[in-house]
């Protein structure tokens, strides 16, 4: 049987595409999670029972750490509008399957929400205040605390209880996608024009629309402008006001509420970028942090500022600014200048492009696994913590 790895971005499932006797392809998902695994397998079957774009499950391994699922093919929303994320000008095509790709957004909220049974998402059935201070946390422990800003921890946590309230208050009737954006987004052509389809959404749960619209529309390396991302939130909210106009206030209302969901959003994939990128190394994770600082600190400047609503983060937003572009570059591990960290092994320059270099070295785990230049991931790690050290022994003391 033929198989095809297909890169990992940011969760630790794999994926493998696999030639099946009947000459068509499907994919192979191996997970590190049962209840996740779970999750997804029983999303996917309720979603497609309602009509929604989703990939089937056509097969579960009887301990369900692995499953197989249609191949939708390669066909990235966020590489279809390349050309719109780079230039700034986004073409009618691409506009028009923004637009198609937010409408059945809607649908997948309301529709996807119809008789699901929440007790089997994972990892929590809805957002609830646990939930939202994870995710607030995870920006300050993963993000915030790397940058060795000085803060006033009190006054922030004082943010925290009031964003959690504001997000608590908003309606959550609906799907709650969580990480919805187009990386998460594939297109599939049909005679009736490109369609998008929906993937990762197994942690999704209950919880309020806003926050996949903020997820969406202010992605931080997607680079919509201002009069784009309006037009795209009217399409959105006149497909939400034909499936749930109750859950909707009036429009200035809406985008005031859809404010402070995107501050908290925001924050949340700060805290995935550092961890992602300053901890792990991964670079475009690293490449997003100054744009998302920028949607940062544009949430706390005109006529929808938050900056009364919550000064401490407001304050924190001037000072982040600041950080030299080389502290997000993916050249560094994180801002702190790396003393500590273990230096990047030389490659010799005499070394032809095209052969295999292997670099041996070693390190110490408090200090951090050593980057990786080549942008591959690293290779080997060996914990050597147990063997005995051997220049506690004469005969090799004098040996390198």
């Not at 089937?56 to 509008?81: A, K, N």
């Not at 369609?195 to 749960?205: L, N, S």
């Not at 809406?254 to 501050?263: D, K, S, T, Y």
Request: aromatic share 12%.
């Amino acid at each position: 049987m033929t198989q095809q790895p297909i890169a990992q971005s940011g969760s630790n499932r794999r994926y493998i595409r696999e030639a099946t006797p009947q000459g068509t392809t499907q994919i192979r998902v191996i997970g590190t999670s049962l209840a996740e695994n779970r999750a997804f397998c029983y999303l996917s079957d309720h979603f497609r029972a309602r009509g929604i774009n989703v990939p089937q499950v056509t097969w579960i391994s009887p301990d369900g750490m692995s499953y197989l699922q249609e191949d939708l093919g390669d066909s990235l929303l966020f590489d279809r509008i390349r050309n719109g994320r780079e230039t700034g000008v986004f073409s009618p095509e691409e506009q028009q399957l923004l637009t198609r790709t937010l409408s059945d957004l809607a649908q997948l909220q309301v529709l996807g929400a119809q008789d699901l049974d929440w007790s089997r998402c994972y990892p929590v059935p809805a957002m609830d205040r646990r939930s939202i201070l994870w995710d607030l946390n995870y920006w300050k422990y993963c993000f915030l605390k790397y940058t060795h800003i000085d803060f006033d921890e009190c006054a922030l946590e004082d943010d925290f209880d009031r964003l959690a309230d504001y997000i608590l208050s908003l309606p959550a009737e609906t799907f709650l996608y969580r990480d919805f954006q187009s990386r998460n987004v594939m297109v599939r052509d049909t005679p009736d024009g490109p369609q998008p389809w929906f993937i990762d959404f197994q942690g999704g749960r209950r919880g309020p629309f806003y926050y996949d619209l903020a997820s969406f529309l202010w992605q931080a390396t997607a680079h919509y402008p201002d009069d784009l991302r309006e037009r795209l939130l009217d399409a959105y909210y006149e497909r939400m006001r034909l499936l749930r106009p109750d859950l909707l206030p009036a429009r200035p209302d809406f985008r005031r509420c859809l404010q402070h969901v995107v501050l908290f959003r925001t924050l949340q994939v700060l805290g995935a970028y550092g961890f992602r990128g300053w901890g792990e190394r991964k670079q475009h994770f690293l490449r997003s942090i100054p744009p998302a600082l920028a949607n940062l600190r544009n949430l706390f400047g005109g006529p929808l500022s938050l900056a009364a609503d919550y000064p401490a983060l407001a304050d924190l937003s001037a000072v982040l600014s600041t950080i030299p572009a080389a502290q997000t570059d993916a050249s560094d591990a994180a801002p702190e200048a790396s003393a500590a960290a273990p230096a990047t092994p030389a490659v010799a320059s005499d070394i032809p492009d095209d052969a295999l270099t292997v670099t041996i070295y070693s390190f110490s785990f408090k200090r951090g696994i050593p980057e990786d230049p080549s942008g591959n991931g690293g290779g080997y790690v060996f914990d050597c913590r147990s063997t005995h050290n051997p220049g506690k022994y004469d005969r090799y003391k004098s040996l390198t």
